[in-house]
């Protein structure tokens, strides 16, 4: 498996509070994303980066925030958490880009009350 | 834009038959297509990919996906199917134009193998 973790895995908090999420890689790939899994929705992503201090936003990256200081870190951060947020997060990383495949992290799943 | 359908949400089929988990895509230019499964309470795992080449591609588990460019389609077949390959599958695609190898993801469709 490729060394990706994240944490924490489990979070309830409540609403309008800031929650941060971490994903940690020892790939040294340099593509990391955050998606969000929903029933019916399948995958959807909401930032990604393509090196340190670069980033940019994916279809529902409203009510987020990321930071990228390192290669190896990937920071997600629910500005203030609504219900709606309430998901399973999921990062990935790739080495490449385009062409190359991603590989996964085991998933944060978020509860907002 | 680039967009994948997975026109089935669930696909049943008996241990020992063969089994297709469809998926046609839209993208600019040529197509870069990936499947992956997710088993219960776990991350997504990497299947298999089609970049160029062999319409026939090879994976993981004794997967393989054939690629149909008139169709656009990208179909997942194994030709033995087992219990355990019960799971969530996805389907991707990425284009050549694409940004930081943004994919777009299919809504799954959920295999169920019984015995």
């Known amino acids: 498996d490729a060394g990706i973790t994240q944490s924490p895995r489990h979070k309830v908090t409540e609403t309008g509070t800031p929650v941060t999420l971490r994903c940690h890689q020892t790939e040294n790939h340099r593509y990391m994303y955050w998606y969000r899994q929903d029933p019916g929705h399948g995958l959807r992503l909401i930032h990604y980066?393509?090196?340190?201090?670069?980033?940019d936003k994916g279809e529902v990256s409203d009510g987020y925030s990321v930071s990228r200081s390192k290669t190896e870190d990937f920071l997600l951060t629910l500005e203030s958490a609504t219900s709606s947020q309430t998901s399973v997060y999921f990062c990935a990383i790739s080495e490449q880009g385009v062409n190359y495949e991603q590989y996964f992290g085991p998933g944060t799943r978020l509860t907002v009350t | 834009a680039q967009s994948v359908a997975q026109p089935e949400d669930q696909v049943n089929v008996a241990e020992g038959n063969p089994l297709t988990v469809k998926c046609t895509y839209s993208?600019?230019?040529?197509?870069?297509l990936f499947w992956y499964v997710q088993y219960p309470n776990r991350g997504l795992q990497f299947l298999l990919k089609y970049i160029t080449g062999d319409n026939l591609v090879k994976g993981s588990y004794g997967f393989e996906a054939e690629f149909n460019k008139s169709q656009t389609s990208f179909h997942l077949k194994k030709p033995s199917a087992l219990v355990s390959d019960s799971a969530l599958y996805f389907c991707a695609v990425s284009g050549p134009g694409t940004n930081a190898g943004k994919s777009t993801f299919g809504d799954g469709t959920t295999l169920t193998v019984k015995p």
């Open positions: 980066s393509y090196g340190v201090k670069d980033t």
């Open positions: 993208v600019s230019g040529n197509p870069y």
